[in-house]
Structures are given as structure tokens and as C-alpha cells.
């Protein structure tokens, strides 16, 4: 055997996992082709969604993961706890937000409504006239490729990688395109809108988005700032979207967002698109059309029917794990997803319930009995 894992794809969710393994004493293989995925292209918001209870279990779990984490993460990852403004437009989407705030403050996590005085004054840029916000304090803002990197090389621990494009995975086999074979027992797909071509049954979509970041211009915005028609937007499932989405970098920096597009895997920016995405971030900050804009680019989000992530051992393949088809939630939700995985493979109770991020949701019931690693190997 070559690794007690090889673990396929090396951005923020195959490093969490590897991370995770490794820590228990794992010898972990990680193999990257290098096309790039979401973790280089998004914004890197550590943001906690309600849109179901088992997303807000896996995107707030996660989060304190990250606050326990920045203690010890380097300068490079960025990590800020800024918090997030949920903007509303209108006294109906105030109505949302109120909503919002009792979800989460029943979840326990610290959050308040503003007023528009009080909105005005905490984001002196936004627009007159939106009637308030909801706040959440324990969000934050993180630059990705970097704690992902972070990741894969803290504490010096047992944790190997290759570059190489995977062709094929048979049993406990990986081959690669240039014919190299690989060994281990467990074999965890954690490559994003890629990983079909690994595992054809699997329901993964990828939904392109445009991203743009500005010029240098400090204290224009302190906190993240969505629309709360975000939440509509995000898990729109047929046609293109926009939503408002504005994150203040530590440089100084605007990351603008975001868009959403089904049905295409063409990585050029859409300027109609682009365009269109724009106007509604300058309709919530007018201020945002006099400010220079540095570049555009596009990434994909590999997207499941739910919304939620596939996360364990594939039902009909037998040592093949899946951390896939987190969407936009990938840099947040890595954390709780590479504990969960550890926990099934480890055959230990989970942190909190694993069932509705199991891959028989789709892809049917299980074959055989679960591949598992005995609680003291590798220690």
C-alpha cells in the first residue's frame, strides 16, 4: 500500500480531511491534477445558512472550527471574524429577517437586528433607504487557497502529495493517466464538479459564478454584506441569478458577487452577466460605480439536488468515501465535513448526525457493510 488514504483533490475540503486523518495517525496520500477549482476561484465567506437544519448544523459546527483554528493559522490565510449584514430591501424581506434571527438565535449563535438608523451608521455607504439588517457576529472571511494550504502542512504531520490526473479508481487501486498505480484501503473523492468523472452515478451540477475585486480602498465596508434574497438565489434551481454579495478584504480589497448559472461549463466571463451582477451590488452601495475594478474571473460550484453535501462511504463501492457537492459552502462547511467523514470511517459517533449528508440519499441503498478503520490504527 502506498497510504492508509490517498485523498483526490487538494483544495479546501480534501485538506480539511487530510488534516483530520492525519491527526489520527494516518498516512495520507493527496493527488491534484491542478485544474483549479472553487477553493482558488470563491470569496472565502465563513458564512452560517438556515435554508434547512442540517445546513445550518454543518455551516455553524464548522465555523467554531474555524474561530478555534485562527488561533494558530499564519498571516497568509486572512482569517477575520468581520461578521455578516443580511441586507433587507423592504419591510416583507425585514419580516425574513426577523424570521432569520430566531432560527439562529435558537441555534445559539449571536445575532441582532439593525434598524435603518442603526444600519446607516454601522455601513455609512449602503443606500438610504433599506429599512435594516440582520447581523451576525460569528461569520468571518478567510483567503482559501492559503488555509488550504495551511492545512496540508501544519505540525509537520504525516501527510504526503503528488500531482497527477486521476483515470481511473478500481477497488483499492487509483490509476493515474500516465499509468502509475496507487494503493490504499480507502480512497476519498473530494474533487469538486471533477469528481463524476471518477464516479459517474454521482448527482453533482456545477453552477458557474463571476467574481470581481476592486482597487485598494480602506474602511469603504467593514462587515460582509448579502441581500437577503441571496438565500432565494442560491438554491435557485433553473436559470441564471444574481444577488448582491460584497466582502471587505483585509487588503483593503472589494470581492463583489455574486451570479449563478446553470447548463454551462465555459469559463469566460459573461459580460452581460457580469454586468448584470454589478448593477445589483451598486444598488445596494451606489458608491461601488466610481470604484475601480482590478479583475473578473469565474469559478463552478459543484452542486447537489439538495443542496447538501454527500458525505460517507459510496453505498455500491466499498472503500470509496465522497466529501463532494458542498456548492458555495465548501471553505465554511470543511471543518464539520472532514469531521464526519473521520467519524464514519472510524466508526465513531459523530459530532452530530451524519444521515442527511449520506450518499444513499441518492445513490441507493448499501451493498455491503461499511468499510471501516480500527479506532487505534496508525496511532
Same mark, same amino acid.
Given at each position: 500500500?502506498?497510504?492508509?488514504?490517498?485523498?483526490?483533490?487538494?483544495?479546501?475540503?480534501?485538506?480539511?480531511?487530510?488534516? +483530520?486523518?492525519?491527526?489520527?495517525?494516518?498516512?495520507?496520500?493527496?493527488?491534484?491534477?491542478?485544474?483549479?477549482?472553487?477553493?482558488?476561484?470563491?470569496?472565502?465567506?465563513?458564512?452560517?445558512?438556515?435554508?434547512?437544519?442540517? +445546513?445550518?448544523?454543518?455551516?455553524?459546527?464548522?465555523?467554531?472550527?474555524?474561530? +478555534?483554528?485562527?488561533?494558530?493559522?499564519?498571516?497568509?490565510?486572512?482569517y477575520r471574524n468581520n461578521g455578516s449584514l443580511w441586507l433587507a430591501a423592504n419591510e416583507q424581506e425585514m419580516a425574513v429577517a426577523e424570521a432569520k434571527l430566531k432560527t439562529l438565535r435558537e441555534a445559539g449563535m449571536a445575532c441582532e437586528l439593525l434598524g435603518a438608523e442603526a444600519l446607516r451608521a454601522t455601513e455609512p455607504e449602503l443606500r438610504d433607504g433599506l429599512p435594516g439588517a440582520l447581523k451576525v457576529a460569528g461569520d468571518g472571511i478567510l483567503y482559501a487557497p492559503n488555509a488550504a494550504r495551511w492545512l496540508l502542512t501544519r505540525g509537520g504531520r504525516r501527510i504526503a502529495?503528488?500531482?497527477?490526473?486521476?483515470?481511473?479508481? +478500481?477497488?483499492?487501486?487509483?490509476?493515474?493517466?500516465?499509468? =502509475?498505480?496507487?494503493?490504499? %484501503?480507502?480512497?476519498?473523492?473530494?474533487?469538486?464538479?471533477?469528481?463524476?468523472?471518477?464516479?459517474?452515478?454521482? %448527482?453533482?451540477?456545477?453552477?458557474?459564478?463571476?467574481?470581481?475585486?476592486?482597487?485598494?480602498?480602506?474602511?469603504?465596508?467593514?462587515?460582509?454584506?448579502?441581500?437577503?434574497?441571496?438565500? =432565494?438565489?442560491?438554491?435557485?434551481?433553473?436559470?441564471?441569478?444574481?444577488?448582491?454579495?460584497?466582502? %471587505?478584504? %483585509? =487588503?483593503?480589497?472589494?470581492?463583489?458577487?455574486?451570479?449563478?448559472?446553470?447548463g454551462t461549463s465555459d469559463p469566460a466571463v459573461d459580460g452581460p452577466m457580469l454586468a448584470r451582477m454589478l448593477r445589483r451590488a451598486v444598488d445596494y452601495m451606489p458608491g461601488l460605480a466610481k470604484l475601480n475594478g482590478i479583475r473578473a474571473w469565474t469559478g463552478f460550484r459543484a452542486a447537489s439536488p439538495d443542496g447538501l453535501p454527500l458525505i460517507g462511504e459510496h453505498p455500491r463501492r466499498p472503500g470509496l468515501w465522497l466529501a463532494v457537492g458542498h456548492e458555495g459552502l465548501g471553505v465554511t462547511t470543511a471543518p464539520g465535513t472532514a469531521e464526519l467523514l473521520a467519524a464514519q470511517l472510524f466508526g465513531e459517533t459523530p459530532p452530530f448526525a451524519a444521515e442527511p449528508y449520506l450518499p444513499e440519499r441518492f445513490l441507493g441503498a448499501r451493498d455491503a457493510q461499511r468499510t471501516s478503520i480500527p479506532s487505534e490504527a496508525g496511532r
Open positions: 500500500m502506498n497510504a492508509d488514504v490517498i485523498i483526490v483533490g487538494s483544495g479546501i475540503i480534501g485538506a480539511a480531511c487530510a488534516d +483530520e486523518l492525519a491527526r489520527r495517525g494516518l498516512e495520507v496520500l493527496v493527488l491534484d491534477d491542478r485544474r483549479g477549482g472553487a477553493t482558488a476561484a470563491g470569496m472565502g465567506h465563513l458564512v452560517a445558512l438556515d435554508d434547512n437544519p442540517a +445546513e445550518l448544523k454543518l455551516s455553524d459546527h464548522s465555523i467554531g472550527r474555524w474561530r +478555534e483554528w485562527a488561533r494558530d493559522m499564519d498571516q497568509g490565510c486572512a502529495e503528488r500531482q497527477g490526473r486521476v483515470a481511473a479508481i +478500481e477497488a483499492d487501486e487509483v490509476r493515474l493517466d500516465d499509468g =502509475t498505480r496507487l494503493r490504499a %484501503p480507502v480512497v476519498v473523492l473530494a474533487n469538486g464538479i471533477h469528481a463524476p468523472e471518477l464516479a459517474p452515478d454521482l %448527482p453533482i451540477e456545477p453552477k458557474k459564478g463571476h467574481l470581481l475585486i476592486t482597487d485598494r480602498y480602506p474602511g469603504r465596508v467593514s462587515h460582509t454584506l448579502i441581500e437577503l434574497g441571496y438565500v =432565494t438565489s442560491a438554491h435557485n434551481a433553473s436559470g441564471p441569478s444574481v444577488a448582491c454579495n460584497i466582502q %471587505p478584504r %483585509p =487588503t483593503g480589497q472589494l470581492f463583489i458577487g455574486s451570479s449563478r448559472q446553470f
